[in-house]
């Protein structure tokens, strides 16, 4: 598949303006500024482009709440807290292909009527930092950011703004939240924040690999995008791929393409020629698969049939020798470290859960154990205020359905 | 309190949000470069800055996890351990770093040349394992890698 | 129209609200503890889960929007199993200490875990640790016991506006802090305690010293210090007040108290309150007996009124005791000493100011609800710091800000430094100029009015005369904001009277009020500075606002009093003085205030009163006043007696008695006492009967009983109608020509935690704001080479004190303040005073300050 999104990447200065520009870079957005917003608009429904943050909501009906909300101004926020464990997808762009994402927002905001727009970047990324301000600096001496967009009077200016060692700011109401200065809290919803988003306006939070989409789907026109990757859920998809694989890394392929294709046919397989024993598909926040289950289409809608999800394509590759309780331990200990404490299920309980598996892990553990695990993991489910303390239930849940020998192992040999 | 460059530079930041509450996590950030680390003195400095209750400014500099409320040694070890990493053995370099450097996590060594602080993921998985020193990214570690990068600070 | 069912109850409402406030209205109850009605929903808690049909998971009650046709189930096994769960992970921390713990018996969490469990706990890890904080005097902390409900931080920030409290940590290492003064800007109000729904934030004034279980009664009554008037509820064992606490659905304040209202009650307990009457004998104050001393009393005010006349006695009431004490007193002074010589402290501010605008306006202008503010578009804050002398209506505004209203102050209002549109900063003592200028720019834009002629012809005429413009920092924008807005309140704080000119001050925010069409709000630092007006302790006006001078009126109440009331006006409180110097007044009669320590250039109060033949005072302290009396009386206080007062917006409360004393009596009692004894009898067996006659004879207060009262919401006037006319010209004032240019002036600070000398009776206001400090702005601070914690020596031309400096940011000007609640150590003594010709009020004048770093 021709690249989109990591077009031009390889070569040493790909963040340059010049180079980008070279490579025909803000030609989708010249293209846009002569269209009117509504048919930008369009566009992006057409093309089907869905979220890349992990809900795969569709963008197009996302912009159209907003831009029906007769409140102003109206903010444009890209995600770029990317914290889900084993997800690097962003990076790339952000490190290497800046002006796509700009060229990106440039559109979007012009699209959604938004003069204001925000790069929330997460803290742990200060190179993209640097990369990303001095990739402003070069737009905004262009023209293609600033008071009067390729002299079409066009206006529209960006901040990045950085984020401080939270995951929970990935959440959305809780990344506005954390960009207005406060503790990173997820907010109530009801409201969306497409009516009462930043600073109570309507806001668009989307995610960079779907901002960076939308060059090219302008470019080629949306009926064209949407002819690439599988047909409910179109476009390229990054994938990023890590743990025991020969070839980790991010892999730019078509929506759809199977699970283990990306892990035999792009990431070379299992290091050593080892045996798969599982994969967490999307982060560690989607449900665990084991080897006999990777014959699944990566996109939105066939996933959840597969009983996992596709979340931010962040495929975590587990081989026979890795110790899945280990996992589990590591695993909870990060959503322990990581839940915001606002709610009573997840707070206390990703910390019981955490305390229990460090002690069956490091061989104190007791008969009962494993149902008490899993009773807790219960509790939890459901019950908690944003998804984090479900993704925690939801690990240690899948942890005792597909590996409960090995805790009885452990518990076993205490 | 700040001096006027700092100060400017915090106005400057200002005018690019609605609300001067958004400057708040970067001038935390400027806070922690002027002072070292988010003492008394920084957030009460942020505080009067930015005119907002002393509360809630040391309310949202213990949410974040990149701000240091202690003083920290001359360079700042940064290692993940996360999923990912853990796959590729980082556990074991985070206790070879302890060993090696005489620092534990979270702690500075006796010479104050080291910090070190786990990290959760810093979105270097696909090289892992990965770590920052300062501000510099590493990958790809092992334990001769990581003696000969640290040699590079004193 | 919204029609939903929740537990197959069908329930229509017509607007949409939370379904947790559905289910209430409905006498539903679903469990909560993150939830509290007067905060924001949060979401936190997860115990008010309910099964709504068409949902595919539980929702929470608290943040659900009800939807036409919505089905609700809000207990099921599946829910109480979801809700057990819950309450086992907060127990999993939480320690079992409730054997010890105060808050047994009324917590939250006890009687959730009693009602769905978990009986047994399954959690075989180490709870987590966090030692108890000891560091504040008041709070008690103990983070163990804390569920993060975070109720306490959202009470400081969204209600209270103090943030002084916030989550330190995230996850399971959250923590409250830091509840701890001068840094924080902790207010103390204390409403972080009242929500806390276990036992994580306790009063050290009753820890440990009696289980919820075992008060004897709660009396619902109104607080003793302000002219807000807040309800509260005293809690009572063995006949002495254990704890104050506010209840949501109860008065104006609707829950909040401030630090003075919450833990400034000890002050009745007091051991040094006076419990005998004392006569002086041989130059000293001796115990004495009731009955000694009542006849004493009456028989040296019969030996002056029939050797030197009537109005050779005075008379100052006060403002802290009751609506039917100061009635007494009035009739006292008028029928059975036969003199108009009455009034009050309150001449240096708010009784100055209410006459003058009731004059110019019409009576009942300032009579505005509190909670009105909170609907202001605009907010004009003038005189002083809202926020600490009313800290209850300083909240409102606030509100009123957050809500979106601008806030403009003039002059310094530290409590509203957060909650400020714009602030301008008259130069010192040229506030007068300010306010012209400011009436003169509305006039030219809005033009007459032509409603009140003497208005319009006094602000026609300022405006011909003109003013000199001083220039302030954004004098404009305030005008302009001023003429934008629809609905403006005013907020008049006392520090505008106390000038030489102060006339000028209430003549132009008269005018602004009227062309503006704006409300008035007048702070009032007393519980009952209106309630003396009305009940008549003035110089020149009978109970119920009616002049003296009208033949008609005066005749009525002579009718009903049975005798003669002398027809000339009397003298105001400081001609009073004077002639208590000079030998016009012989003997004087206070009742429950203390001029040598509350009014300017107290040492030469002191030697006017000494001069006098005869001095009485009944008070519930040997004040600085009561020790050079001739016969000390001692008086019962709040909680000891019924009886009403009546707040700032004219709202007649009750003072409700709950607990029994042996000693002092009623302030109406002891003056009906003397009364019999100088041969005008007063038949009152209790305050109810004295109500029952001012219902009788005060049309502001006609048909009112105290079961009215007791509701609540007696607003002025009470079935009643204006009383007097308002007045055909503008008196005619002053001007003052002085230059003020020393580098330092003195002024009276108002502190939110001190009133005087109940605040410095209470042990827990004194551990507050122990020490009067020198507060000083940053900028003076710089110039006069001042730090933070430097011991000064300040002078004025009439005296001297040595303190330590305390630098405020809040103090934009030259002014450095120092209060006067310490005795022996009051700033009033260090100034002089000058009177204003028109309100009488004591114009402050001798602030010129050197300041000496020792």
Redesign the interface.
């Known amino acids: 598949m021709e690249k989109i999104l990591l077009k031009n990447t390889d070569t040493g200065n790909s963040a340059d303006i010049n180079e980008y520009v070279k490579a025909g870079g803000y030609r989708g957005l010249s293209k846009a500024l002569g269209l009117q917003p509504g048919d930008i608009v369009d566009e992006v429904k057409k093309s089907g482009l869905r979220g890349r943050g992990g809900a795969g909501f569709p963008t197009g009906m996302k912009w159209s709440f907003a831009i029906a909300d007769p409140k102003s101004p109206k903010y444009l926020v890209c995600n770029a807290d990317e914290g889900e464990p084993g997800t690097f997808k962003d990076r790339p762009i952000l490190e290497k292909n800046p002006h796509l994402l700009i060229e990106g927002m440039v559109i979007s905001a012009y699209a959604l009527g938004s003069e204001r727009g925000y790069i929330y970047l997460r803290g742990e990324y200060p190179r993209a930092k640097e990369i990303l301000d001095r990739a402003i600096d070069e737009a905004r001496e262009k023209n293609f950011l600033g008071d009067n967009i390729t002299g079409k009077g066009i206006k529209f200016d960006l901040t990045v703004y950085q984020g401080a060692g939270a995951y929970i700011c990935g959440e959305e109401t809780t990344l506005l939240e954390s960009l207005e200065g406060k503790r990173g809290l997820p907010r109530n919803r009801p409201p969306f924040p497409v009516n009462t988003g930043a600073w109570g306006k309507p806001t668009i939070v989307n995610n960079v690999e779907t901002l960076s989409n939308v060059p090219s789907i302008i470019e080629r026109g949306g009926e064209a995008y949407s002819k690439i990757g599988s047909k409910f859920c179109p476009g390229p998809k990054l994938f990023s791929v890590s743990g025991r694989v020969e070839k980790p890394g991010v892999y730019e392929l078509p929506m759809g393409t199977s699970l283990r294709d990306i892990i035999y046919a792009h990431a070379g397989g299992i290091k050593g020629g080892k045996k798969l024993k599982a994969v967490f598909p999307g982060g560690v926040s989607t449900p665990l698969l084991t080897a006999d289950s990777i014959d699944c289409a990566m996109d939105f809608v066939s996933m959840p049939k597969a009983g996992s999800m596709l979340g931010s394509g962040a495929v975590i590759v587990m081989d026979e020798s890795v110790c899945m309780v280990r996992v589990a331990y590591r695993t909870l200990k990060f959503f322990e470290h990581e839940s915001c404490g606002k709610c009573v299920p997840c707070r206390e309980g990703t910390e019981w859960l955490r305390k229990i598996l460090e002690r069956v892990e490091g061989g104190r553990g007791r008969n009962g154990d494993i149902e008490l695990l899993s009773d807790v993991a219960e509790n939890i489910s459901g019950k908690t205020f944003c998804p984090l303390g479900d993704a925690a239930a939801g690990v240690v849940a899948g942890m005792l359905k597909n590996f409960r020998n090995e805790f009885e192992e452990h518990i076993k040999n205490a | 309190m700040f001096n006027d460059t700092v100060l400017k530079e915090i106005d400057d930041i200002r005018a690019r949000y609605p609300e001067r509450r958004s400057a708040l996590l970067p001038s935390l950030y400027i806070a922690q470069k002027e002072f070292g680390h988010l003492s008394s003195e920084a957030l009460l400095c942020v505080a009067k800055t930015l005119n907002l209750p002393e509360a809630d400014v040391r309310g949202a500099a213990s949410f974040y996890s990149m701000y240091r409320h202690k003083p920290l040694g001359r360079h700042l070890i940064q290692l993940c351990t996360n999923v990912s990493c853990m796959l590729l053995g980082s556990e074991k370099l985070a206790d070879f770093i302890s060993e090696k450097f005489r620092v534990e996590p979270g702690g500075t060594s006796a010479d104050g040349r080291f910090s070190f602080v786990i990290m959760e993921c810093i979105g270097a998985c696909g090289t892992a394992p990965a770590m920052l020193v300062d501000t510099d990214f590493y990958d790809n570690l092992s334990e001769e890698g990581i003696v000969e990068i640290l040699e590079k600070y004193k | 129209m919204i029609t939903l069912t929740i537990n197959e109850k069908e329930i229509t409402l017509d607007k949409p609200v939370t379904v947790l406030e559905a289910a209430r209205r409905a006498g539903i109850k679903v469990p909560t503890l993150c939830h509290h009605e007067a905060l924001k ?7 008010c ?1 309910v099964e709504v049909e068409k949902m595919p ?2 929702q929470t009650a608290c ?1 659900l ?1 009800v939807a036409d046709g919505m089905v609700v189930t809000t207990e099921s096994e599946a829910i109480s199993k ?1 809700r057990r ?2 309450l ?3 127990l ?2 939480h320690p079992l200490d409730c054997p010890y713990c105060d808050k047994a018996g009324e917590c939250e969490l006890q009687d959730m875990v009693d009602k769905y469990g978990p009986t047994v706990g ?5 709870k987590r640790k966090v030692p108890e904080s000891h560091k504040d005097h008041i709070l008690a902390r103990n983070m163990e016991r804390c ?2 409900c975070t109720r306490c ?1 959202r009470m ?2 969204e209600v209270q506006g ?13 923590r409250m ?2 509840f701890s003064s001068a ?3 902790c207010e103390y109000c204390g409403n972080c305690l009242t929500v806390c729904p276990v036992g994580a934030i306790l009063s050290r004034l009753y820890i440990h010293s009696f289980r919820p279980w075992q008060l004897d009664k709660e009396v619902e009554t109104v607080c003793p210090y302000c002219g807000v008037g807040c309800s509260l509820v005293v809690q009572v064992r063995d006949d002495s007040i254990k704890r104050v606490v506010p209840r949501f659905d109860l008065g104006l304040n609707r829950g909040l108290l401030c630090s003075r209202g919450r833990f400034g009650y000890e002050y009745i307990s007091s051991p040094e309150r006076l419990k005998t009457p004392l006569v002086r004998k041989n130059g000293r104050l001796e115990e004495s007996t009731w009955s000694e001393a009542l006849s004493l009393v009456a028989e040296k005010l019969g030996q002056i009124k029939s050797r030197d006349g009537g109005t050779a006695i005075a008379g100052i009431s006060s403002p802290r005791c009751c609506n039917e004490d100061n009635y007494v007193f009035q009739k006292f002074m008028r029928m059975t000493c036969g003199t108009n010589n009455i009034d009050t402290v309150s001449r240096t501010g708010f009784a100055s100011a209410q006459k003058y605008f009731e004059d110019l306006l019409g009576q009942g202008i300032t009579a505005n609800m509190i909670d009105g503010l909170k609907n202001s578009d605009v907010i004009l804050v003038l005189g002083g710091d809202p926020a600490a002398i009313n800290p209850v209506l300083g909240l409102s505004i606030r509100e009123a800000f957050r809500r979106g209203a601008k806030v403009l102050v003039v002059g310094n209002a530290k409590g509203l ?2 909650y400020k549109t714009l602030q301008v900063m008259p130069e010192v003592f040229r506030e007068a100029d300010v306010l012209e200028s400011l009436l003169i720019e509305i006039y030219g834009a809005r033009g007459i009015r032509g409603e009140k002629p003497a208005l319009d012809s006094g602000i026609r005429e300022l405006s011909e005369r003109g003013c000199e413009r001083t220039g302030e920092r954004d004098f404009d924008e305030l005008r302009m904001t001023l003429l934008e807005s629809v609905s403006i309140s005013i907020v008049f704080g006392p520090d505008l009277v106390q000038r030489a000119d102060g006339h000028r001050s209430l003549f132009a925010v008269s005018g602004l009020t009227y062309l503006l069409e704006a409300r008035l709000y007048l702070l009032s630092e007393k519980p009952n500075e209106q309630g003396v007006i009305d009940a008549g302790c003035a110089p020149d006006m009978l109970p119920g606002g009616r002049p003296l001078s009208v033949q008609e009126f005066r005749r009525k109440f002579e009718q009903s009093w049975n005798g003669a009331i002398p027809s000339d006006d009397g003298m105001t409180l400081f001609e009073m003085i004077e002639g208590a110097a000079n030998g016009k007044i012989k003997g004087m009669y206070i009742m429950g205030e203390n001029p040598v320590f509350n009014l300017p250039n107290g040492s030469y109060i002191k030697e006017a009163l000494k001069a006098l033949d005869f001095l009485a005072v009944q008070d519930i302290f040997l004040t600085d006043t009561a020790e050079i009396a001739d016969v000390v009386l001692p008086a019962k206080g709040w909680t000891e007696k019924t009886g009403t007062v009546t707040n700032l917006e004219r709202r007649v409360q009750l003072q409700k008695k709950a607990v029994e004393t042996m000693f002092g009596m009623e302030d109406w009692r002891i003056i009906s006492e003397v009364s019999g004894r100088m041969g005008y009898e007063m038949n009152y067996k209790e305050a109810a009967d004295v109500m029952e006659e001012m219902a009788k004879v005060s049309p502001l207060y006609r048909d009112l009983t105290y079961h009215e009262i007791g509701k609540g919401d007696c607003l002025w006037p009470y079935h009643g109608e204006p009383l007097r006319g308002e007045m055909k010209t503008v008196p005619e004032g002053a001007a003052m020509e002085r230059d003020y240019t020393e580098d330092f002036y003195l002024s009276v600070e108002r502190p939110l935690f001190h009133s005087g000398t109940l605040s410095g009776k209470s042990p827990a206001l004194m551990k507050i704001y122990p020490e009067p400090a020198l507060r000083i702005g940053t900028g003076t601070a710089e110039k006069g080479g001042l730090k933070d914690g430097d011991k000064v020596q300040f002078s004025t031309r009439t005296g001297s004190r040595e303190a330590f400096v305390s630098i405020d ?1 809040a103090i934009r000007d030259n002014r450095v303040y120092f209060s006067n609640n310490f005795r022996g150590r009051g700033a009033l003594d260090l100034m002089t005073y000058n009177i204003d010709k028109v309100t009488k009020a004591a114009g402050i004048e001798g602030c010129e300050v050197k300041i000496k770093k020792l």
Do not use: H
């Not at chain 3, 929903?41 to 115990?47: A, F, I, M, S």
């Not at chain 3, 103090?162 to 959250?174: D, K, T």
């Open positions: 929903p949060y979401g936190g808690c997860r115990l889960v998971r539980l943040t929007t979801v769960g819950i086992e992970f907060l999993i921390n399954r959690f075989g890890e180490e569920i993060v931080v400081c920030g103090a943030s002084a409290i916030s989550i330190i940590g995230r996850g399971n290492r959250s802090e830091p840094a924080f800007d430094e957060r940011d």
